[in-house]
């Protein structure tokens, strides 16, 4: 999740490691590697832990890996999970913004039947008049097989890990059985631009008005515009919501890895109820950041405030809910931890990521360099300082939405249907399954395409 689009920070790597210029020599593996060190050592929020004799010999990808403080749940456990290097740095800087080479569309894999080797594809949303909008795929198709080969355990990544064009054999799931359809659908997948502010409604019952909005990545514009073309959306949500006299609200995040702190901040002054003069969160840097930029800037650069909104709910929220999964992560727990101190939160879903650091987009493009570094260089903690869920966070409603997805917006998606639950204190729709039932018969998830936005739970970043 980027942390921030903070110029104040973008303006201190500038300074330190060089401005862009076109037409330099390409650099060598050696200079990679020693650009590579200086920004780790600056600017890694673990640089105590790097060593002093680096090998440069090594590739840039194996080099920096070697720099890493390793996550290790006995040895490490205060350690990094989220820091990477990209291969071309600019690629990396339109995926941070959610311009990407896809099909447009997530999903999320799993083992199904349950206890079995073979894997089914899920559909978890489609953007829009993108390749898979176009082929017909929507939120809840299924596939399991690829260029006429079944998906198993053994296969799935080589077959789905391209960018070629594939053809999609759909299926469906019938109770504990899949049944095997011969639709097919083909799709090649382009380069495009993702809206994030993906659906939103106003459901009433009774005195409750409440607003619901699908947010799936914290963007404030599109790649290389500096409109806040997103961020603006969600204000146009919220004036909405706002003329509607909404007093319940329900902010859906459980595909959304995170993004940058600007957008979370934006959120956030959206919903609190606080001003702006309360702090949003806090950043923890390593000694020599913090030595170098409170001499420059103050106590003030290592704290966010809210921002003053017109379009703010906060005193007229009765309850405010989160629907999270394991996708949740960096941003949006940072929008969770930073509302905690000011509101009543609920959360509905399943645990999330537990990404309580944040990072910096790195690039030497002066230097002829075409790596990116998105190293972890902060820790965030909010106005109580509290950073408490480095493990995530567990929900309040646990909830599992399943096998069979049902249109964003519809109460019978389990996690919805919950959130309304809590809200109205009846249920708006009987639910066939409880969350038990539903739970073994979701089978064992391997993983999901989100993991490959920008990094997936990996996205936690300053820029």
């Known amino acids: ?3 921030n689009y903070v110029p104040l920070l973008l303006l201190a790597a500038l300074t330190m490691f060089g ?10 593996e050696t200079e990679t590697n020693e650009w590579i060190y200086a920004n780790m050592k600056y600017w890694y929020y673990w640089n105590d832990e790097i060593t002093d004799k680096p090998d440069y010999s090594k590739s840039p990808a ?9 996550f290790d749940a006995n040895a490490r456990p205060d350690g990094d999970r989220f820091s990477w290097i990209q291969e071309s740095a600019d690629e990396l800087e339109a995926s941070l913004a959610g311009e990407s080479k896809t099909t447009g569309m997530e999903y999320k894999l799993v083992n199904f039947p349950s206890g079995t080797i073979n894997v089914v594809g899920i559909v978890l949303y489609v953007i829009p008049d993108s390749p898979a909008d176009k082929a017909g795929f929507a939120r809840g198709d299924i596939f399991n097989r690829i260029n006429d080969q079944k998906l198993i355990n053994s296969n799935y990544v080589g077959l789905l890990n391209t960018q070629d064009k594939k053809t999609f054999g759909l299926a469906k799931i019938n109770g504990s059985e899949l049944e095997e359809s011969t639709t097919k659908r083909e799709l ?9 502010v993906f659906f939103d409604t106003i459901f009433t019952y009774g005195a409750n008005k409440i607003g619901y909005v699908v947010y799936h990545q914290f963007i404030p514009q599109p790649y290389k515009a500096s409109n806040g073309q997103y961020d603006k959306e969600l204000d146009n949500i919220f004036t909405t919501f706002q003329r509607n006299n909404v007093n319940a609200l329900i902010v859906d995040l459980r595909y959304n890895p995170g993004g940058y702190v600007s957008s979370a901040t934006n959120l956030a002054s959206l919903i609190v109820k606080g001003t702006s003069s309360d ?8 000694d020599e950041v913090t030595e170098t930029n409170r001499k420059k800037y103050g106590d003030s650069y290592f704290y966010d405030n809210f921002i003053t909104k017109p379009q703010n709910l906060g005193a007229n929220l009765n ?11 960096s941003a949006s727990e940072l929008l969770i931890n930073g509302l905690k101190p000011f509101m009543n939160v609920t959360l509905v879903g399943s645990k999330t990521v537990g990404k309580n ?3 910096v987009t790195l690039t030497g493009e002066d230097r002829g360099i075409k790596w990116g570094l998105q190293p972890i260089v902060s820790k965030s903690l909010n106005k109580d300082k509290k950073s408490d869920y480095h493990t995530g966070f567990v929900p309040d409603i646990p909830a599992s939405e399943g096998n069979i997805l049902y249109p964003y917006g519809s109460p019978k998606d389990p996690l919805l249907s919950e959130a309304l639950f809590k809200i109205t204190g ?14 073994e018969e979701e089978g064992h998830e391997i993983t999901s395409s989100i993991v490959k936005k920008a990094g997936g739970s990996n996205m936690f970043f300053d820029k």
């Open 1 to 3: 999740m980027k942390l």
């Open 19 to 28: 401005c862009r210029e076109k037409n330099v020599d390409p650099a060598s």
């Open 62 to 70: 194996d080099f920096f890996k070697s720099l890493l403080y390793p």
């Open 188 to 196: 090649t997948p382009v380069v495009l631009q993702e809206n994030p």
């Open 279 to 286: 702090i949003f969160y806090y950043k923890e840097y390593n």
């Open 319 to 329: 309850n405010l809910v989160f629907l999270v999964s394991s996708r949740s992560a």
């Open 357 to 359: 650091v944040g990072s």
């Open 426 to 439: 009846e249920r708006v729709v009987r639910q066939a399954r409880n969350a038990r039932v539903l739970q």
